[in-house]
């Protein structure tokens, strides 16, 4: 297993459910929201401002396996 703790599922899960941690993802969501917004209002937008939204979201949407691919670590299944 690679160094890093998020890329064990329980841990993972603990981090985004941290209080800190969930306030954080929420602000990513909602400065993604506002730029879609924008964008959809017609304000012009950079292809700097739209790929900052597109990984605002990548962000925002974390999942154990996008840290275990980077590690290259076999993929777990989303528990239920």
Do not use: I
Request: aromatic content about 10%; proline content about 4%.
């Amino acid at each position: 297993m690679a160094d890093n703790p998020l890329t064990d599922p329980e841990q993972f899960q603990r981090w985004k459910e941290w209080p800190l941690t969930a306030a954080f993802l929420q602000f990513l969501r909602e400065r993604r929201l506002t730029l879609a917004k924008s964008w959809a209002d017609g304000v012009e937008m950079t292809q700097a401002d739209q790929g900052k939204a597109v990984e605002l979201g990548e962000l925002a949407d974390l999942h154990v396996n996008d840290l275990r691919a980077f590690y290259d670590l076999g993929e777990v299944e989303e528990a239920k």
